[in-house]
């Protein structure tokens, strides 16, 4: 089985690797570009991809709303669901994204059990919200791998749309 | 194609509307009634393609307005989808015996019902060629 | 999750604690999917508590009939839940006008009527039902529980679903006992 450094290999393409942290987003228009993300535990990783355009973008983002830590949302938006989402699509539509147009994924959304045992139920919660906030939008949500126990990492192929998630056991092409 | 949503809730059509607008599905106009005896007051008026219709509504059931709807020639060629509440075995049966060509259990996420429309279109379309 | 005010209270086929589960799986599979909201069970000391802090309480009450089975459900939840439910339903722009009560109060008796269904077909799916057009009247407060009363939390407020039952015997037209 390839591996995804296998199959997104940017050392033979020569193309870009964005790594992208929670509360942070990258979009881009290069077709040997892929965007990256790991450590998806409860986070949610938004994707969007755009065929006609040749765009694609990720945000991994943390926590539902801003009005549970606004200071934070003013410094870091892409924290949270509800001001993360519409400055990934921003910056998407300056690379010239489609919102019509754009396949969205949504990945993560794990619930990581505490060491007590118990869950905050963070992951359903975001999965939640990053729903909410695409239907407001009027975007519908084109496919998901949410839910589980485990952290994911999360590659995203700018030429084609193709992602391959892996968590720690296996690979899945979404 | 001309679409007729029959159900009780204003707010259920609306979302079914909203929808319908967004989904990839070519629509001349969109009907709205709130129980079977308008529904089919309507398509007696109007040429439409599409029923979306729940089952309980005050005046007139989806049921009972679905059984008029299979006993007239005029509708035959009427694609009619049950978006209902109703999950039963019993009511998913009788749906077949009126030519409903999908039924959608409430609750549903907006991406269910937009299947759903994609589906009928296109196999609408693959009739047509 | 829930009390219990009659012990005599009789579902056909399940226990008052498999009719509690089966009425939360209702709410939260309404509240997720159509409504994008988190549903999580509650306890009655948790509901009193956040409860005593809610101003103002819509109360949306379906009827239903199900073979010999009959009765309502009502869902009672704050006001400020209805419109947060509202806009997250209708997908409404918070730049948008305020919906009037009515359209709030439609969609309030829809998400009751959608509880109520769902929890119908999940206690016997071998059997059709009825549900009346809801009903939604404002409350200062929420009313004496049902005969069986489950609380839980929507988007961290709460909300008590009660499920009234009509004697089996006056459901089926027999004379009273």
Redesign the interface.
Known sequence: MRSAAESFAPELTGARRLVIGIGEFAVSNRPGDVIVTHALGSCIAVCIFDPRAGVAGMLHFMLPEASINPERARQQPGVFADTGIPLLFEAAYQHGLNK?RAIVTLVGGAEMTQQSGASF?TG??NA??A??VL????V???GQEIGGNDARTLYLSVADGKMEVHNGQTYKEL | MRILIVDDSAMMRAMIK?VIK???VPVDAILEASNGAEGLELLKKHDVQLLLTDINMPVMTGAEMLREISMDERWRGLSRVIISTDGSTVRREEAADLDVRCYLEKPF???VL?DVLNELADNDLAETD | MSSTNSPTTTLPKLTDAEAASAMFQAVRSVA?QSF???A?PGDDRSFGVAAAKVPRWLVATVRFEQGPLAGSVSCTLPEALATGLF??FT???PGDPEPKPTLVHDLVGEFSNMVCGAWLTRVESSRTFTLSHPSVEPALKPGVAGDMRLVAAIDDLPVAVDLRLQPLARANGAPRA
Do not use: C, I, Q, Y
Request: avoid cysteine.
């Open positions: 019509r139920g359903r919660r939640l919200a729903k909410n239907w407001r939008a009027g519908f949500v084109a | 909203r967004l989904a990839d996420s907006p991406e937009r | 997720e994008f909201a988190v999580e806009d997250a997908g409404r722009d």
